[in-house]
């Protein structure tokens, strides 16, 4: 979570493009998409989390919205840094299954 917060800051041209057009016309937005939901899966897999009710992307979707909503609401002033990342921290656990 940490990384994608601060590449998402740090980059927020870059961030932009990832997901500038819509998911089915973009390979980087797929790209970002299936690593993501490996990644994921992978680390569900340590801890021995066995809910496999949804598909790994259910999972990275959920992840990715949450990550990309936040960042756009700190460039809007929504949240200072230390909201932001309190904010997604504990959201992610929901997100993903682990809370």
Same mark, same amino acid.
């Given at each position: +979570? ?6 998402? /800051?740090?980059?927020? $041209?870059?961030?932009? /493009? +990832? ?9 980087? *937005? ?10 994921? &899966?992978?680390?569900?897999? %340590? %801890? ?14 959920? &992840? ?9 609401? $700190? ?13 997604? +921290? &504990? *959201? ?5 299954? /682990?809370?």
């Amino acid at each position: +979570m940490e990384d994608a917060l601060d590449f998402a /800051l740090a980059n927020p $041209h870059l961030w932009q /493009l +990832m997901f500038a057009r819509r998911v089915e016309e973009s390979a980087g *937005s797929e790209i970002v998409l299936r690593r993501v939901a490996e990644t994921l &899966w992978s680390a569900r897999r %340590e %801890e021995a989390i066995r809910d496999d009710t949804l598909p790994p992307t259910c999972y990275a979707r959920g &992840w990715l919205a949450l990550v990309f909503g936040c960042a756009t609401l $700190h460039r809007v002033g929504f949240y200072d840094d230390g909201e932001l990342r309190t904010t997604c +921290m &504990w *959201s992610a656990g929901r997100v993903l299954g /682990l809370a």
